[in-house]
């Protein structure tokens, strides 16, 4: 049974969190090489030489990778300095004891979404709507985390409805993304370097874990029977996901050389 103290060193560990996800995230604005990509918009135009509509490609803004890494590690920051804020901390700790947590959902739905977008441009994907589409699907993959929670208030027996769409809606990015990078490796004279595959395996394994987490949570399957230690279980591998996803991108384009 948790106790007030079980809740206090939560707050500490939020704390932690905060400061480690903050540092890492200056760290990454100060040592960043100026490494910027191009991303783009295709469109129909009438092309006069060829007497028909063909595609055309330009380039809507350049994105400043070290800067685009370190959001996802400041919104990390932000949201677990949140949690330890006076009357933001009670009404955690509120929803901890129904299982519960909106804002890990939330965080989630914009941070996690920039790391997938990310991960998305280091395989070769650069056009911006297609971005903004991966994005969204990300984010709402984490929602439906949030309503499987929410939904779950209100049964006696686990409904795992919420849980099901969430993976579609998470799996969808990542056929995108395998479709991009198996294209360019299979095409002639292309060369995907090593980080990238290292990227591909680890944070698709990382993102894995957070389902995997609330299903044994909802299965109560030994330790998760306390809600506190699946909290637990997010908070480290959100930890260890950013940061590996950061300092990865940093050692293959980022590093100064």
Same mark, same amino acid.
């Given at each position: 049974?948790?106790?007030?103290?079980?809740?206090?060193?939560?707050?500490?560990?939020?704390? *932690?969190?905060?400061? &480690?996800?903050?540092?890492?995230?200056?760290?990454?604005?100060? *040592?960043?090489?100026?490494?910027?990509?191009?991303?783009?918009?295709?469109?129909?135009?009438?092309?006069?030489?060829?007497?028909?509509?063909?595609?055309?490609?330009?380039e809507a803004m350049? &994105?400043?990778? !070290?800067?685009?890494?370190? +959001?996802?590690?400041?919104?990390?920051?932000?949201?677990?300095?949140?949690?330890?804020?006076?009357?933001?901390?009670?009404?955690y700790v509120k929803?901890?004891?129904?299982?519960?947590?909106?804002?890990?959902?939330?965080?989630?739905?914009?941070?996690?979404?920039?790391?997938?977008?990310?991960?998305?441009?280091?395989?070769?994907?650069?056009?911006?709507?297609?971005? *903004? &589409?991966?994005? !969204?699907?990300?984010?709402?993959?984490?929602?439906?985390?949030?309503?499987?929670?929410?939904?779950?208030?209100?049964?006696?027996?686990?409904?795992?409805?919420?849980?099901?769409?969430?993976?579609?809606? #998470? %799996?969808?990015?990542? *056929? $995108? %993304?395998?479709?991009?990078?198996? #294209?360019?490796?299979?095409?002639?004279?292309?060369?995907?370097?090593?980080? +990238?595959?290292?990227?591909?395996?680890? %944070?698709?394994?990382?993102?894995?874990?957070?389902?995997?987490?609330?299903?044994?949570?909802?299965?109560?399957?030994?330790?998760?029977?306390?809600?506190?230690?699946?909290?637990? $279980?997010?908070? &480290?591998?959100?930890?260890?996901?950013?940061?590996?996803?950061?300092?990865?991108?940093?050692?293959?384009?980022?590093?100064?050389?």
């Amino acid at each position: 049974m948790n106790t007030e103290n079980s809740y206090k060193k939560l707050r500490k560990w939020n704390a *932690i969190m905060a400061v &480690l996800h903050f540092v890492q995230g200056i760290a990454m604005l100060a *040592i960043s090489r100026d490494f910027s990509i191009p991303l783009t918009t295709t469109y129909l135009d009438f092309n006069l030489q060829a007497n028909t509509i063909l595609p055309v490609t330009n380039e809507a803004m350049q &994105l400043n990778l !070290g800067q685009f890494i370190s +959001v996802f590690l400041f919104l990390s920051a932000f949201f677990h300095f949140l949690l330890i804020l006076p009357g933001i901390y009670e009404w955690y700790v509120k929803n901890l004891k129904n299982k519960i947590n909106y804002l890990r959902w939330i965080e989630y739905a914009f941070s996690s979404s920039v790391m997938i977008v990310a991960i998305a441009i280091l395989c070769g994907m650069f056009d911006l709507p297609s971005l *903004i &589409l991966i994005f !969204g699907l990300n984010a709402m993959m984490n929602l439906f985390g949030l309503m499987m929670e929410l939904h779950n208030q209100t049964t006696k027996k686990t409904n795992w409805t919420a849980f099901i769409f969430g993976t579609i809606a #998470g %799996i969808l990015p990542w *056929i $995108v %993304i395998a479709m991009y990078f198996f #294209g360019a490796v299979s095409s002639v004279g292309t060369n995907i370097p090593s980080f +990238v595959y290292a990227i591909l395996v680890s %944070i698709f394994l990382f993102f894995n874990c957070f389902a995997i987490n609330m299903f044994l949570q909802y299965k109560q399957v030994g330790p998760w029977k306390d809600y506190l230690f699946g909290e637990r $279980v997010y908070i &480290l591998l959100s930890l260890i996901a950013k940061s590996a996803l950061a300092w990865q991108i940093f050692s293959g384009t980022l590093r100064p050389m």
